[in-house]
């Protein structure tokens, strides 16, 4: 991933366009006049065929050039673009639109491998280019151009992007970038979440995807971007193609696109299913991002759109929050008699202004909802003086309150008076009960984004030598299908429970010595390396209560599968108990390995109908118990797993233990490739594995290494002695997160002023969260605990740093306990930073210190680093900038 020279591409001071003409509807000719329309920059035409285009000089070739141009836009035929790149380079041109169409692969790979030496970036080819509305920049042949907004649009699709800036121009909105990416040679969407997750111009990215290539670097830009605002996903491409052949249910029942939601929902983003709802979506993040999102309250003087705000929010799965007896007795006071003593808040359509803000004031004392205001115009009140009079309740922080102001005309003042004052207003009811849907939703996203669960939970105890004998001894006889008797020993061996089987030959006296062993009922299923789905060809009998019975039941089975199948060995039956448990579903568990977002997780609705049903979730490895939680509460079944009737409920964390062990067996065991467990039995009791299917292959397509999210760095975890006693040097996990406000609250202001340059009073949730929860991808943060004597540990020290997405820089920042102060922590874990920097590949490291904190700059002399005043226009004298080269040239790439 880089952001290296965007800079060039989104800011630059100067732009020359390669195929620039005045020949009227071509595209150099339009790529020019959109520049000149507001650029305020140096432009150069670049034609040899033109002394002059539209009356500016016109150069014939990039030598020819009074200046290395920032930005070029490239509409030239594709044979000659790598040469043009070449010298682009050559002369110290860093960013390059390639707008021209038709570059085959040679040519392409050509143009990558000419811009490589240069690092210069590349836009396209075969895009629209792209618009920076703030900067007067339209490096694009559109026909149209954008209003300056806080709204970025990246596009796959460049008839798209022409389309939508035609619908938000007619609008009213407005874009701090518009980029048409085209084939994506270079700067694709990682680069651009990159980027644009720390423009100050912008508030919200919205993205048009058809196809991504690099699933971590896309997952690792994301996640970092949607800390810091709202990212919204259209993704084209929703129908599933299927999986042919696959030998689970959950190949067949894992999609690609089922695959892509669980991936936007782990990075924190929100996709929706439209282009309007993207916008729709983008306008209630950024408005009511901080409100209240699980339950809404709708007030209305109108009980139909109250209804209809009621079914919206049922179809949506939205609940209406429960007006409990002391908010009914507030409303019941300052409401008529005949309100509708319910959600929907009916107030009547009389309702004067003082009404509504009597209604508001009563229904604030319930802050963990959200309310919808819905006003139809009457006769009675003006809609603007109802705005007037509601406008410091609507807009009170954190905002509770998002608008409907049905109607046209009669509304238009009041709708106009609380756009401006930011308050999400929406045209009808439904479309005010989506957006909140959407928020529901984001907000769940973002708590899964807050997740960095280890690869390994050490509360789980597995048997991996057993695993990996069995899975070493199966690739080892040339078949990637396990046995179903090899299938349970390895989810044995895992610590699953499962039920106990007995492997027989093809003899139903063989099978009936097994059956009397274990006691009846037992079930008995056909074993064959060749037959998967054994129910498919009547190779599964269930309840058999009798010796006798069972005997005809095998010579049945062997006829009938032998006949289906003649092509399939068969090694014998699998005996097995019949397991009956009250008061049980039978779910599936399962695994299977994504093209491009590798190991995936099933968790939904079992049994035989299990596809038919298709009622399951999808989630991406690595996981803990609540990200297993929420992947459990996303499937219908979780309804009736909640307990109805005479049924009590599961006990669902036993379930969430297994797709938390089926998550670590992804990390151990790279060779698995598919697994089901279908069913699994579970009750109030707790959970059973009865039938098991588990493909391997020996291209080991799992593992830790393949898991699109990086998982929490177990192996950096190192033990020292420090003054006689145990120290642990560690990453920070999110549940560090009061062990390191403890840690803080022990600093002395001038220490935490040093750190930080200034005085900290207090620090908020949403800060310690950003400094606990980190993508170790691109941050890193050590801490030094020790144990302390009632139990638990405390944090000492801590040194993090935060790493460009070149891999090139790594800033740090250091600080121990005050009343630790001089002991040595802060060389210890800086040692350790530096050899993990090292062995990452970073090329440097970097500070920023404070003269007077001759602390800081002594331990960085003495590790090496060297000092400088920090550059820029105007450096600061009372700071230090301090670096370290880590490896090789540092000028290289």
């Known amino acids: 991933m880089s952001i290296r020279h965007l800079d060039a591409l989104f800011a630059p001071a100067s732009v020359a366009v390669f195929g620039a003409s005045e020949r009227a509807a071509s595209v150099g000719a339009t790529v020019w006049r959109n520049l000149q329309s507001g650029f305020p920059g140096r432009l150069y035409p670049v034609n040899p065929k033109h002394a002059r285009i539209g009356g500016v000089t016109s150069y014939a070739s990039v030598s020819k050039l009074p200046e290395a141009p920032d930005l070029a836009v490239i509409c030239t035929p594709p044979a000659t673009i790598p040469k043009l790149i070449e010298q682009l380079g050559q002369r110290g041109t860093r960013a390059a639109v390639v707008v021209t169409a038709g570059l085959d692969k040679t040519t392409r790979q050509a143009m990558l491998n000419a811009a490589r030496p240069h690092t210069l970036r590349i836009l396209g080819p075969n895009c629209i280019g792209m618009l920076v509305p703030h900067r007067g920049l339209n490096a694009s042949f559109a026909h149209i151009g954008a209003s300056p907004g806080e709204l970025a649009f990246v596009s796959q699709s460049g008839a798209l992007v022409t389309a939508m ?74 129908s599933a193609a299927g999986q042919a052949a696959a030998a689970s249910h959950t190949g067949a029942l894992a999609g690609s696109d089922a695959v892509f939601d669980a991936a936007i929902a782990r990075a924190g983003m929100l996709r929706v299913l439209t282009l309007g709802d993207l916008f729709l979506a983008a306008e209630t993040l950024a408005r009511f991002r901080d409100g209240p999102s699980e339950k809404l309250i709708v007030l209305t003087n109108g009980g139909g759109a109250g209804v209809m705000a009621a079914d919206e929010a049922s179809a949506l799965g939205v609940p209406l929050a429960t007006l409990d007896t002391a908010m009914l007795a507030r ?68 905002r509770r309150v998002l608008g409907s102001w049905l109607g046209d005309r009669a509304v238009a003042q009041a709708r106009q008076t609380c756009r401006e004052a930011c308050v999400p207003d929406f045209n009808t009811p439904e479309e005010a009960v989506r957006a909140f849907s959407f928020l529901r939703t984001y907000r769940q996203h973002q708590t899964e984004l807050l997740q960095t669960p280890p690869a390994r939970d050490a509360t789980l105890a597995s048997d991996l030598p057993a695993i990996r004998r069995i899975v070493s001894d199966v690739l080892a006889e040339g078949r990637e299908l396990l046995t179903e008797p090899e299938a349970k020993s390895l989810l044995a061996a895992a610590g699953l429970p499962v039920v106990p089987t007995r492997v027989v030959g093809p003899s139903a006296s063989e099978a009936t010595a097994a059956a009397d062993a274990l006691g009846y009922p037992v079930v008995v299923k056909i074993l064959s390396h060749a037959i998967s789905h054994k129910s498919d060809v009547g190779g599964v009998r269930l309840g058999i209560g009798s010796a ?51 190991p995936v997780i099933l968790f939904g609705a079992g ?59 992804l990390a151990d065991i790279p060779e698995i490739a598919e697994l089901d467990i279908n069913p699994l039995l579970a009750n109030d009791e707790g959970v059973v594995a009865l039938d098991a299917r588990v493909r391997v292959s020996a291209d080991r397509p799992a593992g830790a290494a ?81 144990p302390l004597d009632c139990g638990g540990e405390e944090t000492l020290a801590a040194v993090r740093v935060v790493i460009d997405p070149d891999n090139r820089d790594a800033e740090f920042g250091v600080i121990v306990r005050s009343d ?36 800081m700059l002594a331990l960085a002399r003495a590790l090496g680093f060297s000092e400088s005043a920090p550059s820029g226009p105007a450096p600061d004298s009372g700071m230090r900038f301090v670096s370290l080269e880590l490896r090789g040239d540092p000028g290289s790439e």
């Not at 938000?168 to 270079?186: C, K, N, Q, T």
């Not at 644009?196 to 690099?214: F, Q, V």
């Not at 006689?724 to 990453?731: A, D, H, M």
Request: charged share 25%; hydrophobic share 45%.
């Open 165 to 238: 800036l035609d619908w938000a121009a007619a609008r009213g909105i407005g874009f701090s970038h518009f980029v048409s990416l085209g084939e994506h040679a270079d700067v694709d969407f990682g680069d651009l979440l990159d980027y644009l997750g720390s423009d100050p111009h912008t508030r919200a990215i919205l993205l048009y995807i058809e196809s991504i290539e690099e699933s971590r670097k896309f997952m690792s830009a994301a996640r970092a971007a949607a800390r810091n605002k709202p990212v919204i996903v259209v993704k084209a491409g929703r």
């Open 331 to 398: 409303l019941d006071a300052v409401l008529p008699a005949n309100w509708s003593r319910g959600n929907p808040v009916d107030i009547i359509g009389d309702a004067p202004a003082d009404r509504y803000v009597a209604a508001l004031d009563a229904l604030a004392q319930d802050p963990a909802s959200s309310v919808l205001f819905i006003h139809a115009p009457t006769a009675i009140v003006p809609s603007h003086d109802i705005a007037q009079a509601v406008l410091p309740q609507l807009t009170h922080s954190p």
């Open 548 to 598: 006798a019975e069972l005997q005809q039941v095998c010579v049945d089975m062997l006829r009938r599968v032998r006949s289906l199948r003649p092509d399939a060995d068969i090694q014998g039956f699998t005996i097995q108990p019949m397991v009956r448990k009250r008061h049980a579903h039978e779910l599936i568990v399962g695994a299977s390995v994504d093209r491009l977002f590798g």
């Open 706 to 786: 393949h898991f699109a999210i990086q998982p929490y760095p177990v192996e950096l975890v190192e033990r020292i002695e420090w003054k006689g006693r145990p120290l642990t040097l560690r990453p920070i996990r999110p549940e560090d997160e009061p062990q390191h406000l403890a840690f803080l609250e022990r600093l002395d202001p001038e220490d935490i002023r040093l750190r930080v340059f200034h005085s900290r009073r207090h620090i908020e949730h949403s800060e310690l969260a950003r400094l606990t929860q980190i993508d170790y991808a691109r941050e890193m943060a050590f801490i030094a605990t020790r």
């Open 820 to 855: 630790l102060k001089g002991g040595g922590l802060g060389r210890c874990l800086m040692d350790k930073m530096l050899r993990h920097l090292r062995q990452r590949g970073t090329r440097r490291m970097v500070g920023h210190v404070l003269r007077e904190n001759a602390g």
């Open 607 to 665: 049994g035989t109908a299990v596809e038919v049903l298709a009622d399951r979730a999808l989630a991406l490895p690595p996981l803990n118990t609540p990200l297993a939680l929420a992947q459990i509460g996303r499937t219908r079944v979780h309804k009736l797993m909640q307990g109805f009737r005479d049924w009590p409920a599961t006990d669902v964390d036993a379930v969430a233990r297994v797709l938390v062990c089926v998550s670590q067996l």
